[in-house]
């Protein structure tokens, strides 16, 4: 098929080789991938804020480029909850409400589009490392996806996952969130971190890279050795 891979502005601004890592896993399994330059935020940061006036005009932007995709693959629970939860309820009432829904229904998170639509779980991965897992808030609560990315690390060889306590705990970051309330956003994460490492696990892998980046910055100010890592880089390490 051709699926549209909707690119977060964080992995396009700062980790495109989690961006790059999801266009070789999908052309691997013999789909054509394209990445219209034309999206670019998808409006989460006015939306969340409040601003649904403002956060219209940049969503609707996104749907007319997504309007006729078969299917949208999303490198991000957070972005991937705006189109497929929030989009629906943006535009309810407007003109773009069938629109909306129409995308919505075709819109996935990454991992859970490999896992539950392409049946896919194995990419041949080697990756020798022990690893912990966080579940992003808008992965796990508004989508409700918890097993696809795990499916997928199970099959990766030589990687060990061992669960933190608190794999469903909020990292802090939530974009604006970060941006308002930094002391309380820096204590949930130093709450993150902790787990993380008493674990005793070399890499947290997440779906969400702004989270990553979140925990990365602090594991690093904190000068542990714990590195962080987005789950479509591991998938292709060999």
């Known amino acids: 098929m051709t699926i549209t891979l909707f690119i977060p502005c964080f992995i396009d601004a700062l980790f495109p080789r989690a961006g790059i890592s999801m266009v070789q896993l999908l052309e691997g ?15 989460q940061p006015p939306f ?19 309007k006729d995709a078969e299917a949208v693959v999303i490198g991000s629970g957070s972005c991937g909850a705006m189109v ?11 003109p773009q409400e069938a629109m909306a829904k129409k995308v919505a229904a075709r819109t996935w998170e990454f991992s859970d589009f490999i896992v539950t639509k392409l049946g896919v779980t194995d990419f041949g991965a080697k990756f020798p490392h022990k690893i912990t897992f966080h579940d992003g808030c808008h992965g796990l609560r508004e989508l ?23 794999a469903e705990t909020c990292c802090g970051f939530g974009g604006t969130f970060a941006a308002k309330f930094p002391m309380i956003s820096t204590a ?36 542990k050795p714990l590195k962080t890592i987005h789950l479509a880089e591991v998938l292709t390490q060999k």
């Open 84 to 94: 497929k939860k929030f989009y629906p309820e943006l535009f309810a009432g407007k």
């Open 29 to 43: 399994l013999g789909h054509k991938v394209v990445c219209p330059p034309e999206i670019s935020c998808c409006g």
């Open 188 to 223: 949930m994460g130093d709450v993150k971190c902790a787990s993380a490492a008493e674990t005793g696990a070399e890499y947290i892998v997440s779906n969400d890279s702004s989270c990553l980046m979140h925990l990365q910055g602090l594991l690093s100010r904190q000068g």
């Open 48 to 66: 969340n804020s409040g601003y649904w006036d403002e956060a219209r005009p940049v969503a609707a932007k996104v749907l007319e480029q997504l």
């Open 144 to 166: 409700g996806i918890k097993k696809s990315p795990r499916a997928l690390l199970a099959k990766v060889q030589g990687l060990q996952l061992v669960e933190m306590a608190e």
